[in-house]
């Protein structure tokens, strides 16, 4: 039987059907932060559905309502400070969502038992709405090729994962979807609805200042109008203490060597920081081990994450939207970032006045960083397609051939790299 310590229950189907999640619920009103990410990407660095993105976080509570249970949401945009009466006029002044409801089932263990498989097969990532966006066509849920993953879900005192398994049905037309997908017309994703509670003891906050050198977070407080303003901003930041538990990343174990080794040693050059302020011990980064897993809440990940194209790599945390506290963090490390900042170092190397060949006549080809000889390259393609020397050996410095500053009566001499 499920714990009783759980947050929800999973909860076992009597007629043992695969395609159906029942869950047992006894937290009501009670917010708690629901946030998906997708654990199956795209990979098309035109779209970012990338595996390991993580989508909106709302906060949220279930409600009784007659016979049924329902999920709301609220913009944690909003939220209103004060006595009772000040934070229901700010709760029913902003629109409330109720995003699904369901009838109860029986109660079981001091818990409402309910089908769950309509809230896991919801698109929460708004995946639908953003293909549409980017002009690949109208794609809606296909039911039939849709289902939860009840093996792999996995619940515990302050959390619930609900991963499922959706397939987006369209016309299939679009180039970028067309670039990847097995059948541009069935695009398949894995994706990760998580239920956290908040922190049974808030962290202090501590307000964002500008000349912090971070990002601020926070929300509308409409209860201090006539007596501040009405934005109120945190400085986001991990619950760092002396004898706490540490900060800890973890990188996965697909990232090839000797990029690994090289992220963990970057990374844990902040443990000098945090040695600075008298907390040697709060903050690592360290491999991940075969049992990997970035969606864990509790766990901090750096994701190794491949797409068709050269994108960049991004970071995303989640906080307490009450005191801006990083509860979880997780970095997509694109596999071709090596590739991105070396065609932009290249990029920013090469000379962009009117060059002139080293024997003083105008060039009748592009020249490579390297000094190879080519045809003109494209935006796309900063290092010649002929250039002969590798990229992985110690070369020397871009020749100094002499380049003319237009407007210039003189030549001047190019800066070696």
């Not at 999920?71 to 409330?96: C, I, Q, W």
């Not at 109660?107 to 809230?119: F, K, Q, S, W």
């Not at 293909?131 to 039911?143: A, F, H």
């Not at 509790?298 to 994701?303: P, S």
């Amino acid at each position: 039987m499920p714990g009783e310590a759980d947050f929800i229950d999973l909860v076992p189907d009597p007629e043992l059907r695969s395609d159906r999640l029942l869950l047992g619920i006894r937290h009501f009103d009670e917010p708690f932060l629901l946030t998906v990410s997708l654990s199956q990407g795209l990979g098309s660095s035109d779209l970012w559905l990338d595996r390991g993105k993580a989508g909106k976080t709302s906060l949220a509570q279930f409600r009784r309502v007659g016979d049924r249970r329902l999920l709301a949401v609220r913009n944690k945009h909003f939220l209103t400070s004060g006595d009772p009466a000040a934070v229901r006029a700010g709760e029913e002044s902003f629109a409330l969502s109720v995003v699904w409801s369901a009838p109860v089932l029986r109660e079981e263990n001091g818990a409402a038992v309910v089908d769950a498989t309509g809230l896991v097969l919801a698109d929460h990532d708004r995946i639908a709405e953003h293909l549409y966006s980017r002009d690949q066509g109208d794609y809606t849920i296909d039911e039939s090729a849709s289902l939860p993953l009840v093996a792999d879900s996995r619940t515990g005192p302050d959390a619930v994962r609900l991963p499922a398994l959706l397939t987006f049905r369209g016309p299939g037309r679009g180039p970028a979807v067309r670039a990847v997908a097995g059948d541009p017309r069935a695009v398949t994703v894995v994706q990760q609805l998580n239920l956290l509670r908040l922190p049974a003891t808030p962290l202090p906050a501590r307000r964002y200042h500008p000349a912090s050198g971070g990002y601020g977070i926070g929300y509308a407080d409409h209860a201090l109008v006539g007596r501040a303003g009405t934005q109120v901003k945190f400085q986001p930041r991990f619950r760092a203490e002396p004898g706490g538990a540490p900060i800890v990343f973890h990188i996965d174990p697909a990232v090839p060597e000797p990029f690994r080794s090289a992220v963990v040693e970057g990374g844990n050059w902040w443990r000098r920081a945090f040695a600075g302020i008298g907390l040697p011990d709060a903050y690592r980064v360290e491999p991940g081990g075969n049992d990997f897993d970035p969606y864990d809440p509790d766990v901090n990940g750096v994701v190794w994450v491949h797409r068709a194209g050269r994108g960049w790599s991004l970071g995303q945390g989640l906080t307490d939207p009450r005191t801006g506290e990083i509860l979880h963090a997780r970095v997509r490390l694109g596999s071709q970032r090596v590739e991105q900042v070396r065609a932009l170092g290249e990029s920013l190397l090469a000379p962009t006045a009117a060059r002139t060949r080293p024997n003083g006549s105008p060039p009748s080809r592009s020249w490579c960083s390297r000094g190879c000889a080519s045809s003109p390259r494209t935006r796309s393609d900063t290092r010649s397609a002929s250039c002969t020397t590798s990229p992985a050996r110690d070369t020397p410095s871009r020749p100094s051939w002499t380049t003319r500053t237009p407007g210039s009566a003189s030549p001047r001499r190019a800066a070696s790299t």
